[in-house]
């Protein structure tokens, strides 16, 4: 039986009808059900976690701590900053949840919103024009359109490591970790992925470790923090250009309060070069790689002038020279940020403690997981507690795990089995009425999450708004306008640098998942050019129809 006549089946529990099915309930998602729901829409949104803050939820590993700084982590309604305070400069999961919290109080968000509800399954009724979606829990609602907040990685990555399910210690994957915390106090512990999470958990981990082993696969070119802690009077001095800056974020390319700028790192003098790199270095954060110079990430000669500062300054901190060599090495193991970057604060100097260990899985590389710990061709590794670093089927993995099955009776995984195709990365074709944000081909990835929730959830917004005005149409992305995305997309990304990484923005982190760009790499301002030149061309790419008008 499908989906759409299981909910029409008369005696089962009655099926909820709404005009708009949000879900997630992270920053988009809570976006789309605040924006929507003051327009008249009859909106619900479920939130497969128990609370709110999607991402800030399940990652709640020691360290978890967002790399965007205040306020750009945040919305840009001054309902909601006014009267909000940051203790950090880089706040940590504990304090976002708190956010999202303040945020449901404010705009009373929770009341529309059903926790530990999972969206397993969603399929088009082609004859009421509604998605008929499935709950894990068994429930079905119908809703004309289908809005999907899962964010890029909402389906975390383990990798198939021989032996792995035989461990006996604690072992926990950094994005299902345990919510009521797991002491690490005098343990022996192991991290395998040195990503931005595996850089944030070994952090916390080589404080209170008997033993750290850090298994590393590919150096992390990490940043300097540069965290501090944010008193109330400060940040009532800095609210004042809050409306600047959040209008500077609708005009960078990564929707930060800063860009880069127009000069090459090479036509500047050696002297005014590292000017720019030790200012961009002592403001922290993501400004020394998304403020310095405009070529950084599409010349390799550019690139590896901030490859070499990045270097320089890390070995400076490392006592051991072999050591400074595998985690900062003389050749670069890619480009400089086309992996993406971690924030760090004390990551590099934790190797100089004699608690903590790395292992480089280039020389060494796991041979399997044994109920007491790791084997390497070399060595065997004692464990209480093993932690996968090990990242996210992201972007698309999110959405390809739900069953969503659209008017072909194809699945939105088969549609995409050989790469990502979309409309504006907003829609696909043979998916009516149904939208995605922050996925694949948007600027996801290369973008700050809240700016991309506002300024992509505003187009959807009035799309939907579009869509109800003329009698609750239809529209359906065309696979010609899939096809032009697709070059566009290709096209802009062969101008820089980052397909010589495996990184997640290529999808090269999963065995078999293609290689291609996920994230939308001409920035977010030309993106909203291109999405705003559809609309204003009666959304050319989208064919609109009204039902039962033809
Ligand atoms: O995941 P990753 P992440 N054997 O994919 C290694 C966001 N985020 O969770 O590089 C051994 O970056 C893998 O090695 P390699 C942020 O956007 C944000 O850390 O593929 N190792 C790599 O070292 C980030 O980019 C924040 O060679 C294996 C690691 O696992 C994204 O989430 C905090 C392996 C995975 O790194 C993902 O970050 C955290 C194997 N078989 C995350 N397979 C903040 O804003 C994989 N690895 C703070």
């Not at 800056?245 to 860009?259: A, L, P």
Request: aromatic residues 12%; contains cysteine; glycine residues 10%.
């Amino acid at each position: 039986m499908s989906l759409a006549q299981a909910a029409i089946v008369p005696d089962i529990r009655p099926v909820e009808e709404l005009d708009v099915l949000v879900v997630g309930a992270g920053f988009t998602g809570l976006y789309q059900l605040h924006r929507l729901r003051e327009l008249g829409f009859s909106v619900r949104l479920f939130e497969a976690a128990a609370d709110l803050g999607g991402i800030w939820y399940w990652n709640c590993y020691p360290g978890a701590r967002v790399d965007t700084h205040v306020p750009m982590y945040e919305f840009s309604l001054e309902e909601l900053w006014r009267d909000w305070t940051w203790t950090e400069r880089f706040p940590a999961w504990d304090e976002l949840r708190r956010y999202f919290h303040y945020v449901d109080k404010k705009l009373d968000l929770s009341r529309d919103i059903r926790f530990n509800t999972r969206v397993e399954g969603a399929e088009f009724d082609l004859e009421r024009n509604q998605w008929v979606v499935r709950a894990q829990d068994g429930s079905i609602v119908r809703a004309r359109y289908l809005v999907m907040c899962t964010g890029f990685a909402a389906k975390p990555y383990t990798p198939d490591l021989k032996g792995l399910s035989l461990f006996a210690g604690a072992k926990h994957h950094t994005a299902w970790w345990p919510q009521e915390g797991l002491d690490m106090a005098g343990k022996r512990i192991g991290v395998i992925g040195t990503g931005a999470s595996g850089v944030q958990v070994v952090q916390e981990a080589a404080a209170v470790a008997s033993q750290l082993t850090v298994f590393q696969r590919t150096p992390i070119l990490a940043l300097a923090m540069q965290q501090c802690t944010l008193d109330e009077g400060t940040q009532n001095e800095m609210k004042r250009d809050y409306p600047a800056r959040y209008v500077r974020r609708r005009e960078s390319f990564g929707g930060f309060d800063f860009h880069a700028s127009g000069k090459s790192a090479l036509e500047v003098s050696p002297e005014e070069r590292r000017e720019v790199y030790e200012a961009a270095w002592a403001a922290g954060g993501f400004s020394f790689w998304a403020s310095t110079f405009y070529d950084i990430m599409m010349n390799l000669e550019a690139n590896r002038t901030a490859y070499d500062f990045w270097r320089e300054k890390v070995q400076a901190r490392l006592d051991d020279p072999a050591l400074a060599e595998k985690l900062a090495p003389k050749d670069p193991p890619h480009p400089f940020g086309v992996k993406r970057p971690s924030l760090e604060q004390n990551y590099y100097d934790v190797f100089n403690q004699n608690n903590v260990r790395l292992v480089d899985l280039k020389e060494t590389p796991i041979q399997e997981i044994t109920p007491t710990g790791v084997r390497t061709g070399e060595d065997e590794y004692e464990f209480d507690i093993l932690v996968l670093a090990t990242g996210f089927d992201a972007v698309t993995g999110g959405l390809t795990q739900i069953d969503i099955t659209g008017t072909q009776g194809v699945s939105l995984k088969e549609h995409w089995a050989a790469g990502a195709r979309t409309h504006l990365g907003i829609a696909s074709a043979g998916f009516p009425n149904l939208v995605f944000l922050y996925g694949p081909q948007s600027p996801s990835g290369f973008c700050n999450g809240p700016t991309c929730a506002e300024l992509q959830g505003d187009w959807v917004v009035a799309f939907l708004e579009q869509m109800r005005e003329r009698g609750g149409a239809r529209f359906e992305a065309t696979r010609e306008a899939e096809d032009a995305w697709r070059t566009h997309v290709n096209e802009v990304g062969a101008m820089t640098l980052f397909p010589l990484a495996d990184s997640w923005y290529m999808g090269a982190n999963i065995p078999g998942k293609p290689r291609e760009f996920l994230n939308y790499p001409g920035g977010v301002p030309l993106y909203l050019r291109m999405c705003e030149a559809s609309a204003a061309n009666d959304y050319e790419g989208f064919v609109l129809s009204v039902p039962g008008g033809g």
